[in-house]
């Protein structure tokens, strides 16, 4: 099991930027992000494969947000950009045991404790 912890939330004015961390306890295989707001099913945001080299985004943050991950395979980053008040939501982190990158929350083993992410219009 994975010990993952986000990191990066917070307030941010519509059209601003901002960078989500999420720290393992040891190196990850494929990795994703997703997020919740009030009252909505959890939705999935972005994907990275073991090497980081296949990336997949939701249509929603295609363009806007990029899922980065370091040499170390130990953190993986959410750098989003051009944000929205519609973006507001728990963003969570997820570690899977497959190497190829997946986007259904089945397919991942741990998960974070979420971080909030805040877009005022």
Not at 4 to 26: D, K, N, T
Not at 46 to 70: E, H, P, Q
């Amino acid at each position: 099991q994975v010990q993952l912890v986000e990191s990066g939330g917070g307030l941010v004015q519509a059209g601003g930027s901002l960078r989500l961390s999420c720290a393992a306890s040891g190196p990850t295989f494929a990795m994703g992000w997703f997020r919740q707001a009030p009252g909505k099913e959890r939705e999935f945001v972005a994907a990275l494969s073991r090497t980081g080299i296949s990336t997949y985004y939701s249509d929603t943050v295609k363009g806007r947000f990029t899922i980065s991950r370091d040499n170390a395979k130990t953190t993986v980053y959410l750098q989003m950009n051009s944000l929205k008040p519609e973006d507001t939501a728990v963003y969570y982190c997820a570690a899977s045991k497959r190497r190829t990158l997946v986007t259904t929350p089945p397919d991942y083993d741990d998960w974070g404790q979420g971080t909030q992410v805040t877009v005022s219009s």
